[in-house]
């Protein structure tokens, strides 16, 4: 329940009662003046009460500071002057606290503790002030003992406003937080060796107690692990146990502080439990602070999570239904071009339809590589590769958009050492990058080099220069950044995504190598260089034959929901003299695979009323049926689920009809599995 919506009256009338029989017995500690306590909660109570209740209730400190006064020593003056004075300092210290210390949440940072002791310590100085001033006017206390009973008004103020005002505006409030059965039991046994350990020092047991000074700074260690262990409210609930236990102690003849005069050893007492109060509290507040801030990161680091999870199933599933439409366009190229005859103008036609359906395939990898990249989750396949056989495949491959374009393609390779342990298909996707870029952005009838040299002993240079439009120092600098291509005016001209240079500098460093990038500037070409340790090539070995493709009609049970892909898939198997049977669901492929019997499964992944894997895992189980995955899902985890399921092969759309007949050649003659795309 929350203390503010306690009507004002039973407020007051509580408050007023609390605060009379507090005071009432509090200033029978008065040794040095009848109305100077060095023991004072009352104020610690006043100035919770304001906090928690609201500044409504001040009557309450009135009322109950004058009838405790008259009832106890002085007259109606003296009694309404300390009253007023009691009443200001509980208001000036809860406008200090409120204003500068965050009010009730006063002890849930370090910064705010220290602020409320500083506010504690300032508005603690008007009570004794007033009530000492009124005292020495009305005759109830020397002038000349003016300065030692404001200083005992004083720390008994202090005192149960550090001590007191704590403990009650923590427990009234609550922290909100409920305690675990292991930290409860913590709590208890802290608790008993406190308790412990004050009747060790201060219950007289144990005589030798009272004169060993160092047992007493034990006390501390054990408050203090209670702020380091729990919340405030445990710690403030500790120190309060101790310290009631030293007063009584003190005042029985028991402890350290006992002294030939009652007040003076109260006083000590009050100063030495100021000093652990602020201590514990600061402690206690900071770490409290610090698993706060802990709870946040973990809490944000959670929604993190479940955002990248989301982004990564929104890629996933924005990879498959990019590429699913494509599978079916790159069937009918292969169709079409194995057409008798085709003309010039249907050649150009469908390789300018290949070439640009091949480079949005790539766009989707890139970014697909780029997540993996980023969440560390890109899986390589090391092995002894020949460098200069991975550098002419590439320039084979790129050949003729360079001499579309008119370029010179120049090939200098001198390296001696040029094995290098490597990822195929990764390295080859490096070289591909560097020198698509070069012929992107070099001008017609302009000259690239991809050179090769050994600079160091074990070290191979791969080197891409090319005469286009060169570099900027500036743009150089970001380079390699995901998404950057330079000037804007350039990715209007020129296009694509500006991730090619990324991803090949961070596929180069998880190789063990680097890549780095130089320009004159504007107009004057620019030079890629890849550098990779060399290993030394692999002993020579026989080859086999081999596998002989599977040249007998095979009856394939294809299953796609795409009805486009799953057309143009059969039309190009059934030509090529396989048997197919088409299914768009989990449920018609079952029934086809109990009417009849198959040699080979080809299924998409996402079907919709189930999965390709769930089909694969059923019928691998019955039958042993060998499968082939195709899937617009490409990811590491969707291709491990595939073969996990029992597909041999798992091929990422768009799939390309040489593909899939090398494909289906190798899980028919029993190769190796083996996962790419399409």
């Known amino acids: 329940m929350n203390p503010r919506k306690i009507p004002t009256l039973p407020a007051i009338s509580a408050t007023t009662l609390i605060y009379f029989v507090v005071g009432y017995f509090s200033l029978k500690l008065a040794f040095a003046n009848p109305s100077a306590s060095p023991v004072w909660p009352p104020a610690g109570i006043a100035l919770a009460a304001l906090l928690v209740f609201g500044y409504r209730v001040w009557p309450a400190i009135l009322v109950g500071a004058f009838f405790f006064n008259v009832t106890h020593a002085g007259d109606l003056f003296t009694s309404f002057g300390i009253a007023s004075g009691n009443t200001l300092e509980a208001l000036c210290g809860a406008w200090l606290v409120n204003r500068f210390a965050g009010g009730t949440r006063a002890f849930d940072s370090a910064q705010n503790v220290f602020k409320f002791a500083v506010a504690t310590a300032l508005s603690t100085a008007l009570s004794p002030s007033i009530g000492v001033t009124t005292l020495a006017l009305s005759g109830f206390a020397a002038w000349s003992n003016y300065g030692s009973v404001w200083l005992t008004w004083w720390l008994g103020d202090l005192a149960g406003g550090l001590i007191v005002a704590p403990l009650l505006v923590l427990w009234l409030v609550g922290s909100g937080r409920k305690a675990t059965r292991r930290e409860m039991v913590e709590v208890a046994l802290l608790f008993t060796v406190l308790i412990g350990l004050g009747f060790f020092v201060f219950s007289g047991w144990f005589p030798s107690a009272a004169k060993d000074y160092p047992v007493s700074f034990l006390r501390g260690p054990i408050v203090i692990w209670m702020a380091f262990r729990f919340t405030p409210r445990e710690a403030v609930t500790g120190l309060f146990i101790l310290t009631g236990m030293a007063i009584w102690g003190t005042l029985h003849g028991f402890g350290p502080f006992v002294m030939a005069n009652e007040n003076q050893a109260l006083v000590i007492l009050d100063a030495r439990t100021l000093v652990t109060a602020i201590t514990v509290m600061a402690v206690a507040a900071a770490i409290s602070e610090r698993n706060r801030a802990r709870a946040t990161l973990e809490q944000q680091k959670e929604v993190v999570e479940a955002a990248n999870r989301t982004k990564d199933n929104f890629l996933a599933m924005l990879s498959h239904e990019l590429r699913t439409p494509l599978t079916p366009v790159i069937a009918a190229i292969d169709a079409l071009e194995t057409e008798t005859s085709p003309s010039d103008l249907a050649k150009c036609s469908l390789s300018m339809i290949r070439r640009n359906v091949e480079l949005e395939s790539q766009l989707i990898d890139d970014l697909l590589d780029l997540t993996r990249i980023a969440k560390d989750k890109l899986q390589l396949r090391f092995g002894s590769i020949d460098a200069h056989e991975v550098i002419a495949n590439v320039v084979d491959m790129s050949r003729a958009e360079a001499q579309d374009r008119q370029l010179n393609l120049r090939v200098n390779l001198r390296a001696g050492a040029h094995h290098v342990l490597a990822d195929a298909a990764k390295f080859q996707q490096i070289i591909w990058n560097l020198v698509k870029n070069a012929i992107k952005f070099t001008g017609e009838n302009g000259d690239i080099t991809i050179s090769t ?226």
């Open 453 to 678: 040299t050994n600079l160091e002993a074990q070290t191979l240079t791969i080197s891409v220069q090319d005469s286009g439009i060169g570099i900027e120092p500036e743009i150089m600098n970001r380079i390699f950044d995901p998404f950057e291509q330079g000037e804007r005016s350039f990715q209007r001209r020129y296009g694509g995504l500006g991730l090619g240079l990324a991803i090949s500098k961070s596929l180069a460093q998880a190789h063990g190598g680097t890549l780095t990038g130089k320009s004159d500037g504007r107009d004057h070409g620019s030079t890629f260089v890849l550098t990779l340790k060399t290993v030394a090539p692999p002993a020579r070995v026989v080859k086999l034959a081999e596998p002989t493709p599977a040249t007998r009609s095979l009856r394939i049970l294809l299953v796609d929901d795409h009805l486009d892909t799953c057309t143009a898939l059969e039309r190009l198997l059934v030509r090529r003299g396989h048997l197919v049977a088409a299914a768009h669901n989990v449920r018609s492929a079952m029934e086809a695979a109990a009417r009849s019997s198959f040699d080979l499964l080809i299924s998409d992944i996402a079907l919709p009323d189930g999965t390709g894997t769930e089909l694969m895992t059923y019928l691998h189980a019955i039958s042993r049926l060998p499968g082939i995955a195709i899937s617009g899902f490409g990811m590491n985890g969707d291709i491990e689920k595939s073969f996990e399921a029992g597909f041999t092969e798992h091929l990422v759309k768009p799939v390309k009809m040489e593909n899939l007949e090398a494909a289906i050649d190798r899980v028919m003659s029993g190769a190796p599995v083996k996962e790419n795309g399409g």
